[in-house]
């Protein structure tokens, strides 16, 4: 794991699965070579307001998380996304802290890709606001949003497909499934699409509520107690966040980490 202290640029030329731990930062800017691939975990270890700059090469593809410890944390990321490159974007926050996070995708050429998977557990206040752009044609976005709510939560999502005239035969599609598990919380999901192009495809999916009781009553006739048929709910709703990865030993850590969190 490497250190980054104060504004910096990450410059990747190369391939490369890293790691970087944040401290006395207010800026960012990652970008790639074409024809590489990256996959980068981002800690935010303190609190802090970042803005993140991120801008993909022809062909080239990042993989990136970010992974929020502390207690109070604005983020915002712009990523600018060219031909045939590939930006898989994680937000995972499951910790207490209280989060703003904007998320804004530009797709600018043909082929550009991206995917937004965001994990959270809240008991504070958390904020998203994530939207893809689809500048040009036969560009694709997917954005998948998970969220546990517990007690005192105040969750608040905003997640926007926009496809421009001129982007024909572009996809965008997006998926929200929010978990409560408490009467004292407020939980929000606004998806919104807006479409200036006939050639296109795009839905939004959304879901709210508490657990299933039928799954939960499967689960305990299996014999599990009402305690672990909850956790194992509760990370099936959560483990979508390992797929930001395609390296295993990436993706095994954030599974285990997930399984940690909700007690497994």
């Given at each position: 794991m490497e250190q980054l202290v104060g504004n910096?640029?990450?410059?990747?030329?190369?391939?490369?699965?890293?790691?970087?731990?944040?401290?006395?930062?207010?800026e960012l800017v990652i970008t790639t070579t074409a024809n590489t691939a990256n996959e980068l975990v981002i800690k935010l270890v303190e609190d802090m307001d970042l803005h993140c700059k991120i801008q993909l090469a022809n062909h080239s593809q990042l993989h990136i998380l970010f992974d929020n410890g502390a207690k109070h944390t604005k983020l915002q990321i712009e990523a600018d996304v060219q031909l045939a490159a590939t930006?898989?974007?994680?937000?995972?926050?499951?910790?207490?802290?209280?989060?703003?996070?904007?998320?804004?995708?530009?797709?600018?050429?043909?082929?550009?890709?991206?995917?937004?998977?965001?994990?959270?557990?809240?008991?504070?206040?958390?904020?998203?606001?994530?939207?893809?752009?689809?500048?040009?044609?036969?560009?694709n976005s997917d954005m998948n949003n998970f969220e546990i709510s517990d007690a005192k939560a105040n969750y608040?999502?905003?997640?926007?497909?926009?496809?421009?005239?001129?982007?024909?035969?572009?996809k965008s599609h997006q998926m929200s499934r929010?978990?409560?598990?408490?009467?004292?919380?407020?939980?929000?999901?606004?998806?919104?699409?807006?479409?200036?192009?006939?050639?296109?495809?795009?839905?939004?999916?959304?879901?709210?509520?508490?657990?299933?009781?039928?799954?939960?009553?499967?689960?305990?006739?299996?014999?599990?107690?009402?305690?672990?048929?909850?956790?194992?709910l509760t990370l099936s709703y959560l483990l979508p966040i390992s797929e930001v990865f395609d390296n295993e030993d990436m993706r095994s850590e954030y599974i285990n980490k997930v399984r940690s969190r909700v007690g497994l």
């Open positions: 910096s640029v990450l410059h990747l030329d190369t391939s490369k699965v890293e790691t970087y731990e944040l401290h006395d930062m207010q930006i898989k974007i994680g937000m995972y926050e499951l910790s207490d802290s209280e989060v703003q996070e904007k998320v804004l995708v530009n797709l600018l050429a043909e082929d550009a890709t991206a995917k937004i998977v965001s994990t959270s557990i809240s008991t504070t206040k958390k904020a998203f606001d994530i939207e893809c752009i689809h500048h040009a044609p036969n560009t608040d999502l905003r997640a926007c497909g926009t496809i421009k005239k001129g982007a024909f035969g572009s929010i978990l409560t598990t408490s009467d004292d919380q407020v939980s929000k999901a606004t998806p919104v699409l807006l479409i200036d192009e006939n050639d296109v495809m795009a839905s939004h999916a959304n879901s709210m509520g508490k657990m299933d009781e039928q799954h939960l009553y499967y689960l305990t006739s299996r014999g599990m107690d009402e305690k672990q048929a909850k956790e194992l």
